[in-house]
């Protein structure tokens, strides 16, 4: 009888499901995964190896960016299935010999868990198998303060995160939180933000007809102003 080789099935968690949780040894202790982290931003993200070029410049980039995302109530937590002497060995690398884009010295404070197991990185559904069965793509989850994901980026092994953009997300879910609206493309803070579709004829009629303060363009496209000092007062710490 002919044998068939099939993938085994790569579940992951999904937007809006809680995070799952786990223990684990990383390079700045033990966690409990998502409690030690509950009221704040979370954003877990995975790197495929240890002393690898692309996850280099990652680590670098974030760790300069740490205090940044810090101020934004964001925490940073990394993960490979490398163990724990590989990474303290490429964090001192990184601080010691790695000079990118300006940024050298740069200490990786943030914890990066050890994953030997790939009990983590299955859980979260980090490996993929048509594109690597031994390392993990570059994932990245946004939980929330209540341990909820709240968005999910995915990226091959070849293709470094732009790291503004990480940044962008995580103060773009927090102004829709704060403020009760939505961001459309490219949103920056201060730029206008959308309002939700309005719920009846009558709404409508009164959004058109300019009562309500905002810019429609028709019925179901209204944005408004939302001035950048009102953003960074509620998402951002000085």
Not at 4 to 33: C, L, Y
Request: with cysteine; glycine share 6%; charged share 25%.
């Amino acid at each position: 009888m002919e044998q068939t080789h099939e993938q085994p099935i790569v579940s992951m968690p999904r937007i809006g499901d809680a995070a799952p949780e786990f223990k684990a040894v990383t390079t700045q202790g033990d966690i409990n995964f998502p409690a030690d982290y509950k009221g704040d931003w979370v954003i877990l993200f995975s790197h495929p190896a240890d002393f690898t070029p692309v996850c280099t410049s990652e680590f670098t980039t974030f760790a300069t960016m740490e205090d940044k995302f810090a101020k934004a109530n964001c925490k940073l937590v990394g993960l490979s299935i490398d163990g724990l002497y590989s990474h303290i060995a490429w964090l001192r690398s990184i601080k010691d010999k790695i000079e990118y884009k300006g940024m050298k010295n740069v200490e990786v404070k943030f914890p990066l868990i050890e994953d030997i197991t790939m009990e983590v990185a299955k859980k979260y559904g980090m490996i993929q198998p048509n594109e690597d069965s031994t390392k993990a793509v570059r994932a990245v989850f946004f939980i929330d303060p209540n341990g909820v994901i709240r968005t999910i980026i995915y990226y091959p092994l070849s293709l470094g995160r732009n790291f503004e953009e990480l940044y962008r997300v995580i103060v773009a879910l927090q102004t829709a939180d704060a403020f009760g609206v939505a961001t459309p493309a490219d949103w920056q803070p201060g730029d206008d933000v959308i309002v939700g579709p309005a719920g009846s004829c009558g709404t409508a009629e009164d959004r058109m007809s300019g009562k309500e303060d905002m810019d429609c363009k028709d019925w179901y496209f209204c944005t408004k102003k939302l001035a950048k000092e009102d953003v960074l007062s509620k998402v951002v710490k000085n």
